[in-house]
């Protein structure tokens, strides 16, 4: 919206050219969504709390948990609306790249709202049945995937290794997108059970993606780095920034003890971001390894399950696995902060990957 105004005035004022920088856009768009955040913030709260919508706390979890019974939820609907309207605000309108992403992040966004809604103000146990959830981000994941198929060359990269892309055709990239959109979203709502736990590696992955939507949409820089080079992704850039930034400004809030939870509206549409964006640059792997929290995370509760069902025991003292390291003594503080240094570590070694080839 706004490029396309500076676009126009460029022609009689040259200082509006600035605005035709990405990286410049990148940064006004992170420091946007983190005004808007931080000024929405406080009155989505206080909203949250008068009508009564708080988190319940499942009878089988800790029991230092218990003082978290009515915190407000919902919250993730202040990172999918700042991240929206910042985006919409300082990219470039005409990149089918910059609407994907909007839409899937829109959509996934959605079916967590109605789970959060039916939970907590229709009081449903369960919100949305496993079936219905599932069916909708399928359905969802689906379109995505086979847009990106269809308008993007179908290949797998290979980290490490100088000029390694499996071409897949276009029916199995399709099928791999599909699996890591869908996975990363419902990696990140496993994660998100501890205060600041999934937020802030979502704004460091968020960040180090952009990154790499920088290399990929560039042609100089792509050949340079032997990457495949996506025509109008480095618009994606604006996006992760807007992103990461309404992440951060949640943290605020969301930092222990946590005033207000992000919910299934947050959680799931933040992972389908970081899955979309992740596919449509084709560094599905190098998402793998960045976000290999998440990863662990959901393999727990996979392994947990199967083992219950396979032997009658349970492999950890609980899944997700922060609830484990919780049962074993360590404070809350102590997983969410050591998880977020793994984190970081797991970001330097995907990074590491533009060069390391």
Known sequence: MFL??????????????????????????????????????????RKLTAYKIGQTI?????????????????????ILASTIATTLL????????????????????????????RKVVLKSPHGLTAIQKFSAQALFGLGAAAY???????LLVIPFFKNAAIPLGGVLFAILAFFVIVGSSNAVNLTDGLDGLAIMPSVMIAAALAVFAYVAGHYEFSRYLAFPYVPGAGELVVFCAALAGSGLAFLWFNAYPAEVFMGDVGALSIGAALGVVSVVIHQEIVLFIMAGVFVVETLSVVIQVLSFKLTGKRVFRMAPLHHHFELKGWKENQVVVR????TMMLILIGLSTLKLR
């Open 4 to 45: 396309s105004l500076a676009q126009y005035l460029q022609d009689y004022f040259s200082a509006f050219n600035v605005f035709s920088y990405i990286t410049l856009r990148a940064v006004l768009a992170a420091l946007t969504a983190l005004l808007i955040s931080f000024i929405l913030g406080p009155r989505m709260i």
């Open 58 to 78: 499942r009878e089988d979890g800790p029991k230092t948990h218990e003082v978290k019974t009515g915190t407000p939820t919902m919250g993730g609907a202040l």
């Open 90 to 117: 300082w990219t470039d309108l005409s990149n089918r790249w910059v609407w994907l992403a909007l839409i899937v992040t829109a959509l996934f966004g959605l079916v967590g709202w109605i789970d959060d809604y």
């Open 148 to 154: 990106i198929a269809v308008f993007s060359d179908p």
């Open 339 to 342: 998880f977020w240094i793994i």
